[in-house]
């Protein structure tokens, strides 16, 4: 690979050949917006609004489509430039019903962003009343038309990464809309709720049904995990408010997964505020159950493991380690049977 | 897996065999269906028809338990067409006579009547992955989880040593782990025969190593006792103890009477859980424990690679994190274990274990690596036997013939039931199903029978119906479908009200102590 030297800004920005001058930009810190165009579902050429202006080159120019040549000079802030981005944005803003204040995509919403950034407060255009009733159907997934921006990313995931072919764009014209199968509610559609779709989606078009109401993206702290079920090991983002998971990510930028989750790691975070989850140790005294301190349940079980230990021998005691905790967890319960107990009887759910 | 999972994506030819991938391992499902969006032919090998046909280039609907006999025949017909690779086999490989002395006695024709896939199948199978330039070879519990799943485990190996498919990207013999940590807590050496990395027990070097390490004057040199002859154990008053952390055994093992049976004969049974699951009940003590999102450390992934998991929330009332509670434990016996972080324990677990000596928490803070990764500087390992370098020399062919499985079909109990999992819940349940919303997807067990079966016997769709075997029985509800062939029934294990290890058969590979969880005759009563 080649590297090449192009000007931005009238910076001069190193680059390899064959990028992309937004992905050149934005490697260097360059504000260029996208709605459409996102890393993992590549350009659409939908939106246009990553317009730039090239020295040399009529009209303008899209920056997720062009490729950065040696001695470019590229310039993405020109009043041709902006207001190219106004008038795109405005025709967003006037062609859906865009109510911020209620958007559960408010804070993460990239068409607010950009009408933020670009100093819009309303559209010069007539709004287009929209009135899709929100489809409600999926148990995880709230689907609200009036938002959509017809990027395509959501398409592009749905067939694309996650190859699950349920979505589509359908009908024609002013009515053109994206679909599940032949235009079901979500939830009767053959969607497998994997969320691909909502991860990508730049509005508020598509949220997650369980994180509705429970937190701005400014409350929440955002930390990465592993996936706690299959052995595919996928990186997480646990999005925390309060002591409280209330919504889950892919990690876009790692492997293995680079960003895409199934329903059980996306949707499956709540057992761990579940009320029924155990809370006190638990000690059995004339067949019942009862709440004890640290100290008493331990101090039980190790003299029992001792008493056991010193009249049956080492050998009557055995250890089932999990398959679903940590290696350090691991680790710490085979040294204890191997050298605290004294015996090689310690295995685990390999098998199942 | 030998090979990694960026790799999928990029393979000409994908051999999922025993694996419903798409429920089970959902995100390397897509890699496989990228793939085939790319031109790779994808080849199914499975007794259901899974959601991955409808992305595969041919499907083959062999007979639960068959997959010796279909494996060995199409290496039959490979060697009979002069597909094998010959360089690969006579520079790297040791045993090939004795493998095809064994797979000549598996022509299709003899083949076609044990697994049911036709003459022309099975030729056709072998001419697609004995002609394709690479094949990568995928595989799960499909294969694992019968009487002779160590055998079919080493038939899939051969297969692929046949055809020179190891050592290289694109290629391998690919295991998709069920659990997140399954490769990890193998890995640590939570197994009775060997210490971290699989070092042995039974080497004293090994073990010297281990006891100046932990401080003590020497370690068991006897291989411990396997999970199913732990339970065997219990039941004939050997064992009085048991130590279960993270395990709902009631539900998961086979033949729940037995397993019932064998805890309620425990002096001391101890619990270490987040919830007060099915388990529980028959415990002495019950420990409370952090989850996954409350607890610090790493985890090891399908392809070997060790990543972070982090602390998110605090733990509800007093519950502990594991390694807490069992240091705690041997303090109290008077064995000393004073950690004081993960960061610590991993340290340790790091100078003990050569094979992974080079993975500290600072090196995977933004992605995880794959081992084996000897030293600080190794950036770990993508596909395992680069230049055909084995751990023992030559790669070694091990046939196997086929044997039915431990319990088939008689007059009395005249199906097949295997088991497995859905994409929209997980293992016994004690997570998914507290979570919300996902009972709304697949509220509740069904079993899968076919139209014919069903038609014969006067079931309609959405029946209850009772089903029995040996050991059990259960009431469910019927899903009608041409998802199992005629004579075949499926169930999972995610629901306490309908399990079906209530039915299956605790028969175990000899090697593995796995049980044939895939496997076992039941009978369909219509209710009323
Ligand atoms: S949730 Fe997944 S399967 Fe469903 S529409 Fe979105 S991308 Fe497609
Ligand atoms: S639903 Fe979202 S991702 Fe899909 S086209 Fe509309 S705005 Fe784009
Ligand atoms: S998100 Fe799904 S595929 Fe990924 S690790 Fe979790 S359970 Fe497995």
């Known amino acids: 690979m080649k590297n090449i030297i192009l000007n931005i800004n009238g910076r001069s920005i190193q680059t390899v050949e064959g990028r992309t001058v937004l992905k050149a930009a934005r490697e260097n810190g360059i504000y260029i917006p996208t709605l459409c165009y996102h890393p993992r579902t590549k350009q659409a050429g939908k939106c246009r609004i990553c317009v730039v202006e090239v020295e040399g080159l009529p009209g303008l120019r899209i920056s997720c489509s062009l490729e950065a040549k040696e001695n470019m000079v590229v310039l993405t802030n020109t009043e041709r430039v902006l207001e190219t981005r106004k008038m795109i944005v405005e025709l967003y803003l006037s062609s859906g019903k865009h109510n911020c204040i209620s958007c559960e995509a408010n804070g993460r919403c990239e068409l607010q962003e950009v009408t933020y ?53 359908g009908f024609r014209g002013s009515n053109m809309t994206v ?164 015996t090689n009887n310690v295995d685990h759910c390999a098998r199942t | 897996m030998s090979n990694s999972i960026r790799e999928i994506e990029n393979s000409p030819v994908l051999f999922v065999i025993g694996s419903n991938t798409t429920e089970a391992h959902p995100v390397i499902a897509n890699s496989m269906k990228r793939a085939v969006k790319k031109g790779s032919i994808l080849i ?86 004995g002609t394709a330039e690479r ?194 434990l041997a303090r109290r016996m008077g064995y000393l274990m004073d950690y004081t972080s993960t960061e610590q324990i991993w340290e340790e677990v790091r100078k ?8 500290t928490f600072e090196r995977i803070e933004r992605e995880g690596l794959q081992w084996p990764c000897p030293d600080i500087n190794h950036a770990g390992t993508c596909y395992l036997y680069c230049d055909n370098i084995f751990p023992c020399g030559k790669a070694r062919f091990q046939p196997a013939q086929w044997k039915p499985p431990a319990e088939v079909p008689d007059r009395e109990y005249p199906f097949v039931l295997t088991t497995g999992r859905r994409l929209w819940h997980y293992h016994t349940g004690t997570q998914i199903r507290k979570s919300a919303g996902f009972d709304d997807v697949f509220p509740e067990e069904l079993i899968e029978v076919n139209k014919e079966d069903a038609g014969s016997l006067g079931i309609k769709n959405g029946d209850y119906i009772r089903v029995v075997s040996r050991r059990g029985m259960l009431r469910v509800k019927a899903w009608v479908t041409d998802h199992v062939s005629p004579g075949l029934c499926f169930m999972t294990f995610h629901f306490h009200e309908a399990c079906a290890n209530a039915l299956t058969n605790n028969a175990f590979d000899p090697f593995a102590g796995t049980a044939e969880y895939k496997a076992c005759a039941v009978r369909l009563e219509k209710e009323g």
Not at chain 1, 154 to 169: F, K, Q, S, T, Y
Not at chain 2, 112 to 125: K, T, Y
Not at chain 2, 139 to 146: A, N, Q, R, W
């Open chain 1, 117 to 169: 950034r670009l100093g819009i407060e309303k559209s010069t255009f007539p709004v287009l009343t929209k009135d899709y009733p929100p489809d409600t159907s999926s148990p995880m997934i709230i689907r609200d038309l009036n938002k959509c921006i017809q990027c395509y990313r959501c398409i592009a995931g749905c067939n694309n990464i996650a190859v699950n072919e349920v979505l589509d764009m």
């Open chain 1, 179 to 342: 679909v599940c199968d032949t235009n079901k509610p979500m939830g009767k559609s053959s969607c497998v709720i994997c969320g691909e779709c909502v991860q990508l989606c730049p509005t508020g078009a598509l949220t997650e049904k369980k994180a509705f109401g429970k937190g701005r993206p400014w409350e929440i702290k955002k930390i990465k995990t592993t996936c706690p079920y299959c052995g595919v090991g996928c990186q997480v983002h646990l999005h925390v408010k309060d002591n409280e998971i209330v919504k889950v990510t892919g990690v876009e930028e790692v492997a293995p997964n680079y960003g895409s989750l199934c329903i059980k790691g996306r949707f499956g975070y709540d057992f761990v505020h579940s009320p029924e989850r155990l809370k006190m140790p638990l000690l059995r005294k004339n067949g019942k159950f009862v709440e004890v301190s640290w100290d008493e349940a331990l101090d039980f079980t190790a003299s029992r493991l001792l008493e056991i230990k010193k009249a049956r021998g080492p050998e009557s005691i055995v250890g089932i380690g999990c398959a679903r905790t940590t290696n350090e967890n691991n680790y710490v319960m085979m040294k204890f049977m191997r050298a605290a107990v004294g």
């Open chain 2, 44 to 129: 199914v090998a499975d007794p259901r028809k899974i959601p991955l046909t409808r992305w595969a280039t041919k499907h083959y609907q062999h007979k639960v338990g068959s997959d010796i006999a279909l494996l060995n025949s199409v290496m039959h017909e490979i060697i009979k067409n002069g597909w094998h690779n010959k360089e690969f086999i006579s520079s790297y490989t040791e045993g090939f006579d004795e493998l095809q002395k064994v797979v000549s006695a598996y022509p299709p024709e003899r083949a076609s009547e044990i697994c049911g896939v036709s003459e022309d199948g099975i030729r056709e199978l072998a001419m697609l992955l």
């Open chain 2, 135 to 328: 094949v990568a070879l995928y595989y799960t519990l499909g294969i694992t989880e019968h009487v002779t799943g160590t055998d079919n485990v080493k038939t899939c190996a051969n297969l692929q040593m046949l055809l020179g498919n190891i050592g290289k990207e694109y290629t391998g013999v690919n295991p998709l782990r069920g659990q997140n940590n399954v490769q990890g807590a193998c890995d640590m050496g939570v197994l009775p025969d060997v210490f971290t990395g699989y070092q042995k027990v039974a080497d004293e070097t090994v073990r010297e190593k281990f006891a100046t390490a932990w401080g003590i004057n020497s370690l068991p040199e006897t291989a411990g006792t396997k999970i199913p002859a732990m339970f065997d154990g219990m039941l004939h008053g050997d064992i009085k103890a048991l130590y279960l952390v993270g395990e709902n055994v009631v539900m998961s093992e086979p033949h729940q009477a037995h397993t019932i049976r064998a805890l309620e004969k425990l002096e001391l049974l101890i619990v270490q859980d987040i919830f007060f699951n099915e388990t529980a009940q028959y415990a002495h003590v019950v420990l409370p424990a952090a989850c996954f999102a409350e607890t610090e450390g790493t985890v090891t992934n399908t392809e070997r690679r060790v990543q972070r998991v982090r602390k998110a929330v605090e733990p509800p009332g007093q519950a502990k994190e594991d390694w807490w509670i069992i240091s705690e």
């Open chain 2, 352 to 359: 003990l274990t050569p094979n992974i000596s080079g993975i």
